[in-house]
């Protein structure tokens, strides 16, 4: 496999083999390393010397079901720490297929013009963005495939990243029209702006099948692998991540107080019941929409829905449990049909609607729109995509809206807004948000799952808890494989290993497995260390510690010293 | 002495008499350590946990001239480190001769209310704002003079404390009517506003004067202090200090190539003689205004103006330096009637004018406004006072205002904006700004007096002066002195030494004198360490390592590794 290099400041493309340092890496490992390896930890996020970097997971292209994630890494301009961020959509199974182990974006243009790579044919080459200048997501990948053709995947950024907002996503196409696939958090799209890249198209013509070292090996993992997830009672077809795809957890956070309701001010939404999992069922089902679908060939979960309205019509290419939270109770909205209408301008300004929603939810406790007025809420976000002052400010995320807003309230932890889990009521995410190396995030190791486990409310266990659920979350993004996906590899590690040998004869043992997760955190984490990051910005908001939160009265207790002892076992 | 503590939360004061730790500490070295004592360094700058500490220096009362600086501390939302800011005024020389080493305003109230702080009588209230609620610095002291009598002086914030903007200042009264000065940088307004705190009103009924240990040695040394700054050729009645003001070396920094000039694009600026000092001096006596005047009682230097219009009416109390450097050259503007009139608004609004200059700059240069163009820039500055988006945001810094704009040529270090000397043609500032806990800053260890013995674009030696330099800074900023008046206190530290034990009787040699200076630096350095701030926040921005400015071609090339050493000799 080759690594792809793009110099933007020469216009220049080179391929060139995969040094061996990386040769044992993929998706965010893989990213994590070239940037510790080729970029100064301290570089400004949005200058010359930081890399964007587009890399598969080790599996991606294997025909692994899930296993196709994209991760996209660089230093965020938002956390100012490392960061990697994955989406579904075509291009984890394409690349490898295309013998490319990630495309590297070096450099920056001396001039405001801005391009787009095309990747075809064995070649790349940069064109100037021409028409697609300022468009939104979706009619960027319109854009493009009509010039290139639809059977093209699409990466691009919106308006948010042509601005360089922190906020600003990455949006990857799917399977057909299909292109709510974001990576969206910690400013990527801002990243990807700031080297004057539009877009990145991947043409498939030319894409072969990948080899591997002892097909026999590899078919006998994969397959059970695949029939397992099937086997599962929640994630096969008779599942509830199936049938009511990732809200169908709505109930639950709420139940358990965690769920983000009017800028993290009350863990219990009274208006929860309008975003449950069933409620877009039924909705979907009544109005004719799509249920199942899927967001990677082949996935045996398919999690998906196409959101439509009262006429049958697409709001938005999928709702998913994170937008519903951040952008529907977060901001006292408990209609779907509202979420869906912003989580559609989010997804066409290339903005990550967590950021967004959180952002947003600080705008209203500002008072510049009112908490469950649709109408003042899209006003403020359709200024992002107009560019005024006020919408680049919520574009920017929610510590900077906070800041010039004087909102002391601010759900972020190391720079990144929370996603759709109160700490207070479950502290093992408190503890994710705070120690992550990416800032507060859902995948980086979620607690949420083992709330039976280990109790949400209390402080024993769950910084072990923690430190469990971010080396698997490791395992998951280095290889492409989706995060509910995890189950058969957690309960039977060899299976992993076995794909992994059949794809690519490395003779690992479930040792080298957990050794790989492990670097990949201790990558990150000096990488950190390197950019100035330090125990005093592994923390959770002062505020949150004091103020309780209904209907628990929780607050955020884990002491600093379990949050500083998360990774002495690493 | 005492220390006067009040109690935002309960709305209570409480005298107190001095902790031994803090007995010989003052000013700036009384306010970092009540800091590192008090505070978690980790805590919510605008947060509960917080304290705004107000602290006249060590010579404070005494009597001795130019030693009635005020130091104002807290940890900064800005920085996020420690702060020190400190201004003329009565304040300085009050607050002793009141007894008081110290106010610390602790805690928050837990409504929305703002409040009066008034001491007098030997007693302290806190009362509501009432009708000062909004106000400009001018008019809240115009109201609380006519409520408490014109002998009172005032310390208040304006619309930017009020809207908790890291650029609000704290404005401080003086003689008369004059009260343009200001505890400008780092945001200190805003910790100000974020404790409820409009104003402090300090009635000087029942000042008393101040003991003396030893009242011979003290009379021996202050005068002999006074009479060698008098005989001073640069410093005296006829040196440029006072003949020019601080304006005086607008032409030499313009020469030397360090002038900021449109958002530090240029360190040369083609306007410049419309702002120099030998032009500020015939304007203002052609208009019959007043140069030569005092920002504290006894001043024999008096490097001040009364800036005037054509009419003779005052535009601004005073116009200096770095206010001319950032919001004059910096933003294009050449003529001193603009610079004054923008001098006036920001000082009205409590804003720190270097860091509103180079906010402005930064938003120039997004194309917000024109360089050059008095109405487009007066019409944003105007804007802060409104409390607009677009206020808010230039309001809250160079940093956020570049971010949210997307502009990367932003010139701060440590989050903090640069006064009027680009570190690129005069590196022993940038060394300075690069590694004073304060953050850049041009007290805390200016190298322009020492351009003839440190070649200012070399690399060579600039370690060693800032170190000298910063120690300097530490003296006078704990004993209350004006920058202009060290060359008396370095030449013979044992002046300064008799001064303090004259009034104290503590006995110290110079070696304490030099260990309590040192202590300081430590003290800030260690707060700083434990707010999670690493050698990696200790540098200059990336692009003025790589940017050569005109008309010199400099970059910024001290070595990092000569950054880090910097206080290995403290």
């Known amino acids: ?104 974006i070096e450099g920056q243009p001396e001039t405001t013009d801005i391009f787009i790579l095309v990747v075809r044919n064995g070649s790349a080459e940069l064109v100037p963005a021409g028409a697609a200048r300022g468009l939104g997501t979706y009619a960027t990948a319109e854009h493009l495939w009509k010039k290139y053709g639809t059977g093209c995947t699409i990466l691009s950024i919106g308006q948010a990243g042509e601005q360089l907002l922190s906020g600003a996503a990455i949006a990857c ?70 049938l009511y795809g990732t809200a169908s957890i709505t109930a639950a956070v709420n139940e358990m107080g965690s769920l983000p309701t009017r800028n993290f001010s009350n863990g219990s939404f009274e208006s929860s019941e309008g975003l449950r999992g069933e409620t877009l069922r039924e909705t979907v089902l009544a109005r004719q929409g799509k249920i199942g679908t899927r967001c990677m060939p082949g996935c045996v979960i398919a999690c998906r829905n196409v959101y439509v309205d009262d006429a049958g019509e697409p709001i938005v290419g999928t709702l998913q449990y994170e937008t519903i939270a951040l952008v529907g109770s977060n901001l006292g909205l408990g209609n779907l049909d509202d979420v869906g209408r912003l989580n559609y301008m989010c997804n066409d300004f290339g903005l990550d609607t967590i950021e967004t929603g959180a952002a947003l939810g600080v705008a209203l406790e500002a008072g510049l729109g009112k908490y469950g007025d649709y109408e003042s809420i899209a006003g403020l976000l359709r200024q992002v995509g107009e560019g005024t002052t006020l919408g680049r400010l919520i574009g920017s995320g929610a510590v ?37 190396p990416q800032g507060a995030d859902h995948t980086a190791g979620n607690a949420f799952g083992a709330r039976k486990e280990v109790n949400p409310l209390g402080v024993e266990g769950q910084r072990q808890l923690s430190l469990k659920l971010q080396i698997i979350s490791a395992m998951l993004d280095s290889t492409g494989l989706c995060l509910f996906a995890r189950p058969p590899v957690i309960s039977d590690p060899q299976l992993m290993v076995d794909m992994l040998n059949g794809r690519y004869g490395w003779g690992w043992t479930k040792e080298d497995l957990d050794r790989s997760n492990r670097d990949l955190l201790r990558t990150e984490l000096e990488f950190n260390r390197q950019a100035g990051i330090t125990a005093a910005d592994y923390r959770i908001p002062e505020y949150m510690r004091t103020e309780p939160l209904a209907p628990h009265g929780a607050t955020f207790d884990v002491p600093d010293s379990e949050l500083d002892a998360v990774f002495e076992a690493l």
């Open 1 to 104: 496999m080759q690594l792809l290099r793009v110099d933007m400041k020469q216009g220049k493309t080179r391929w060139e083999p995969v040094p061996s340092v990386y040769t044992q890496l993929g998706g965010r490992g893989l990213t994590a390393r070239i940037l510790l390896e080729e970029i100064p930890p301290t570089c400004d996020a949005l200058g010359p010397l930081n890399k964007l970097i587009i890399a598969p997971g080790l599996l991606g292209g294997a025909g692994v079901t899930t296993a196709g994630r994209l991760s996209i890494g660089a230093k965020s301009p938002l956390t100012g720490g490392v960061k990697e961020a994955n989406a579904g959509g075509t291009a984890g199974d394409l690349l490898p297929r295309l013998d490319l182990k990630a495309i590297v």
């Open 400 to 436: 900077t809206t906070g800041r010039v807003l004087g909102v002391r309230r601010v759900p972020a932890a190391l720079g990144q807004a929370m996603p759709g889990y109160d700490p207070r009521s479950l502290k093992g995410n408190g503890v994710t948000y705070a120690t992550s």
């Open 173 to 242: 196409t799917g399977e057909g029209e299909q292109h709510s696939n974001i990576a969206a958090r910690g400013g990527l799209g801002a990243v990807m702006g700031s080297k004057g890249l539009k877009a990145v198209v991947l043409d498939k013509a030319g894409a072969k099948s990948v080899p591997f070292a002892d097909p026999d090996v590899f078919r006998t993992a994969s397959k059970r692998f695949a029939q397992e997830l099937i086997n599962d009672p929640k994630l096969g077809p008779k599942g509830g991540t199936h």
